[in-house]
């Protein structure tokens, strides 16, 4: 009984490399969504992708930052040359139909996130 | 005014007590809203809705004021186990999440 599957877990980069962080949604999903969480903070909404489609990014940085989910795979998010400000825990989230998005019954499954530390 | 706002607390409690949280939001136009609990460094997790009548799950009432826009968590009889952050989500097409406010049960 697969749940939202995230990796890396953990994932520590140096400034100036690139973080790839991989979410398998539950079975049946076709609808993922991206959160970031800094420190002491709430959760930010992302980008929110059905299968080859990005269907609303406008919580993405305009530089550096990348989304996909393929046909085939894992959706990905990707960040380049990172800096010390990205280090935060990065959730994706999946559900069958789009109850993230335009609809009332707001339920979405979140996965156990992939946490970024930036040295 | 944010989109979605929470006292953050933290609100300390001693079990037993009964404790609430309010949230306020700004678009109007919001007709559900959800409470997702979030346990330290944990995945957030739906705990109720929200609707125009509000909603009652055993120990935890949740209301909606549309008059004000704030919807109201209630906890009775707290627990120890109900420590954790409480996150006010709002559709405003996505989902928008509060910052949370944290709950701590004390013995």
């Known amino acids: 009984n697969a749940g939202v599957m995230q990796n890396p877990r953990h994932l520590v980069r140096r400034r100036g490399q690139e973080a790839r962080l991989r979410c398998s949604p539950m079975k049946g999903h076709s609808h993922v969504y991206w959160y970031r969480q800094l420190p002491e903070e709430g959760l930010k909404f992302m980008v929110y992708?059905?299968?080859?489609?990005?269907?609303?990014e406008s919580g993405m940085p305009k530089e550096r930052f990348s989304a996909e989910f393929p046909k085939e795979g894992p959706s990905i998010l990707r960040i380049q040359q990172v800096v010390r400000g990205d280090s935060a825990a990065y959730f994706c989230?999946?559900?069958?139909?789009?109850?993230?998005?335009?609809?009332?019954?707001?339920?979405?499954?979140f996965g156990e996130g992939s946490r970024l530390t930036v040295l | 005014r944010k989109e979605v706002e929470q006292d953050p607390g933290p609100f300390n409690v001693p079990e037993g007590a009964t404790v609430a949280f309010n949230c306020t939001y700004s678009?109007?136009?919001?007709?559900?809203f959800f409470w997702y609990r979030q346990d330290c460094r944990k995945e957030p997790k739906l705990l109720m809705s929200?609707?125009?009548s509000g909603n009652e799950d055993g120990r935890f009432t949740a209301q909606l004021n549309r008059a004000s826009q704030y919807i109201s968590l209630l906890i009775r009889d707290s627990k120890l186990s109900d420590s954790a952050t409480y996150l006010c989500v709002v559709p405003t097409g996505k989902l928008i999440f509060g910052q949370g406010t944290t709950l701590q049960v004390k013995p």
């Open positions: 929200v609707y125009s």
């Open positions: 989230a999946s559900s069958p139909q789009a109850s993230g998005y335009l609809s009332n019954t707001g339920e979405l499954f």
């Open positions: 992708l059905q299968k080859e489609n990005i269907i609303d």
């Open positions: 678009n109007s136009a919001s007709q559900s």
